[in-house]
């Protein structure tokens, strides 16, 4: 009889225990793709500005436009507590404009994000009191596609640095129907193939990529060239009308290219 009291007294325990301490996960919302950000702190944003956030549900990452400069970082949604998310290691570019005001409200709206709320495809991302403090618009379409790569196109800037005096203007040409991309370093003819990632069409990785032996007075801006076509998994459309930037893994431009008219040089 003690023996029948004890092992129920044991089993009541377990379940107490187990009961206790078990946790049940809520549906999480799918963020991934590109939402404009149509409000911050209150006030309607100027579409001309068009800042917008992307989400990379499967890295946790986010990349996206400030107003100004491009912005990179992580963010977690909450799988225990419904509509609780944070942003993280929210990082932008250097760029300076006229105006920052924009900028600066959407990155410290950013950093007070705890919560979201959704409708459709409208999401408001609140404060710890509740308070909407950014309001998303998920995009149709993405910013750009594979076509747009399509051509031939100049290297204007590595980084932050626009290219100066070299040898030879460099340059990338796409084939989009060979995914071969041909051009030049500033002195020596480069050749390879890109590719890009299932299910991501912004993704985009060089391979394969090999050059000629020349030997220019200043390798500097080639080599610099080359370690940033390697660094390359990504593409987005420029600040400047007839501009597309390849971006690293972290979002960070590496390459700005500029649309060229006329025959590839050679």
Known sequence: MKKIMLCAAAF???CMVSCGTSKKTVSVMDFSGEWDIVSVKGEAVDAEEAPYIGFDQKTGRVYGHAGC????????VDSLKAGKMNFSQVAATRMMCPDMTLEQNVLEALGNVAGFS????????KDAGGKAVMTLQKRVKPAVTLDDLAGRWVISSIGQMAVGEVERTPELNFDLEAKRVHGNASCNVINGSFSQEEGKPV???FSQMISTMMACPNMDTEQSILQALDKVRAFDRGEEEGTLVLLDGNGYPVLTLEHAQGEPAK
């Open 118 to 125: 959704h409708t459709g495809d409208t999401v408001e991302l």
């Open 12 to 14: 009541a325990v377990l």
């Open 203 to 205: 993704s985009l990785r």
């Open 69 to 76: 400069n491009r912005l990179m970082g992580a963010y977690h």
